[in-house]
């Protein structure tokens, strides 16, 4: 039934409540995961000389820890048997979850909401919700919630 299944992460641990569902998910139809990570477009105005070359810097550090954090993830789940890759893509977060989902024809998104409501979601919007409206293919969503 699910063949390939991708999974959203921005490498908070509410985020990763998703995993233990997307392993057993994973395990039941022997399916392939990907661990996508979306960087935002950051737009500096004005910005010169060493102030680029320090922020071009800090946008390469930054992805080299994304990197890290995500085949450390793939390490786990190729220990537990699942064939697993990783994705690094730029752009608004839900519509780079959507084009991911076509680009790599997946039957499965599974993402962990963070539970947000009232001002917060209206502020910083919710990316759950967004792929929830926008989508066209199975999605497992589970709200995270982290203990005290």
């Not at 699942?82 to 780079?96: D, F, K, M, N, S």
């Amino acid at each position: 039934m699910y063949k390939t299944i991708l999974v959203p992460l921005d490498g908070s641990k509410r985020a990763e409540a998703i995993l233990p569902h997307v392993e057993e998910v994973a395990h039941r139809y022997k399916a392939k995961v990907i661990f996508l990570h979306v960087m935002e477009p950051s737009f500096i105005m004005g910005t010169e000389g060493a102030q680029m070359a320090l922020f071009q810097q800090e946008l390469k550090d930054r992805e080299k820890q994304i990197e890290s954090y995500l085949q450390a993830l793939k390490g786990e789940f190729r220990e537990k048997g699942i064939e697993t890759r990783t994705q690094i893509v730029y752009g608004p977060p839900v519509e780079a979850i959507i084009s991911a989902a076509d680009r790599e024809n997946v039957d499965l998104i599974a993402i962990a909401s963070h539970g947000r409501g009232g001002l917060s979601q209206v502020f910083y919007g919710s990316v759950a919700a967004g792929v929830l409206h926008r989508i066209d293919r199975p999605l497992l969503l589970i709200r995270s919630k982290l203990k005290k």
